[in-house]
């Protein structure tokens, strides 16, 4: 049989891209684009049979792209969120598009747990004051995670242990999430009422239509006085002026955010100046371990496509058994 053609989006240089894919053996040809831009990656999609997507959103495979890969047969995306995608033209076709669900589950939900931490016993501004030279210890007024009502938006994975870690730290905590989920370790709550009621608000959902700007202003204004926001979902479902205004007006007393709605976030972007955002440049999920899961769930997918057996995580509705478009 031929090699399956693959083309490699990730942001890697190409002889990382080969390393990680050689136990592929001679089952597959792997090549990347000449430059990582749009007008490269159509140029590159014609051959392609498997696509691997680029996690950090800047190639990616809507409608056009999918016109120019007349022989794309499966595209698997190495990160959980699938943004920029179409599913539905892929479904189209019959390209079944897999992520790798909950390979960066534990690390996203401790990172959210070390945020709240950080927030609640007000972690950088005693290390900034003392690096200054100061002596907070009357001055700081920390809490105690412990006593918050936390509220979980989003039950995925990711929503699942965050529920798991904070209640075993002895938080009241409840979910909201799209769909209820009859097996959750916590009550579920409708959207307001979560919160309004939520003294650390975190965030876990995908991003889709119905969630994009799903906290802003008005349910901003709805977070109890003096509460905390983390976000490691995506910079888009939360209004970020309408946060910093929420900050500036003492009406929030916090937020942890891996993600924004630009990345990297740019010089001069104001959440630069607040001192009551702490930013993580979205790492929440990149330790050491999630990666090692990320990449054993990609090769064990293109295994899976090149060998005839059902691949995992198509999040797009498409029958798992790839097979050759030629």
């Known amino acids: 049989m031929k090699p399956w053609h693959v083309l490699a989006l ?3 240089p190409e002889a990382a891209v080969r390393g990680m894919l050689g136990g592929l053996g001679d089952r597959v040809e792997v090549s990347v684009p000449a430059r990582r831009d749009r007008a490269a990656l159509l140029e590159a999609l014609p051959d392609a049979e498997i696509v691997i997507g680029d996690w950090s ?14 022989k794309l047969a499966f595209a698997q995306q190495p990160s959980v969120g699938v943004d920029g995608h179409d599913l539905e033209a892929l479904a189209a076709v019959g390209v079944p598009l ?14 959210c747990v070390a945020a709240a931490f950080a927030l609640v016993r007000r972690l950088v501004q005693g290390d900034a004051a003392t690096r200054a030279g100061g002596w907070p210890q009357l001055d ?13 938006l989003g039950h995925g994975a990711i929503g699942a242990l965050c529920t798991q870690m904070f209640s075993g730290l002895g938080c009241q905590v409840c979910y909201w999430s799209r769909t209820p989920k009859p097996d959750a370790h916590a009550p579920y709550r409708e959207l307001d009422e979560l919160i309004e009621t939520s003294d650390v608000l975190v965030v876990v959902l995908p991003l889709a239509e ?3 700007g799903l906290l802003d202003a008005a349910r901003l204004a709805r977070m109890p006085q003096g509460s905390y926001l983390v976000n490691a979902a995506r910079g888009g479902i939360v209004d970020e002026r309408a946060l910093l205004d929420a900050l500036a007006s003492g009406h929030l007393a916090g937020a942890a955010l891996d993600v924004y709605a630009t990345e990297p976030l740019p010089p001069g972007d104001p959440l630069r100046e607040s001192d009551r955002v702490l930013l993580s440049p979205h790492v929440a999920g990149a330790t050491q371990q999630s990666t090692g899961r990320l990449l054993q769930a990609v090769l064990g997918n ?14 797009n509705g498409v029958t798992p058994v790839i097979r050759r478009r030629d």
């Open 140 to 152: 700081l007024r920390p809490g105690e995670l412990s006593s918050c009502r936390v509220g979980v």
């Open 98 to 111: 897999a992520n790798t669900a909950g390979a960066n589950a534990l690390g996203v939900a401790e990172w």
């Open 57 to 70: 959103g800047t190639l990616v495979l809507d409608a056009e792209a999918v016109r120019h890969a007349p």
């Open 210 to 212: 119905e969630t994009r």
């Open 302 to 315: 293109l295994e899976a496509a090149v060998t005839g057996r059902p691949v995992a995580n198509v999040v």
């Open 10 to 12: 990730p942001p890697l």
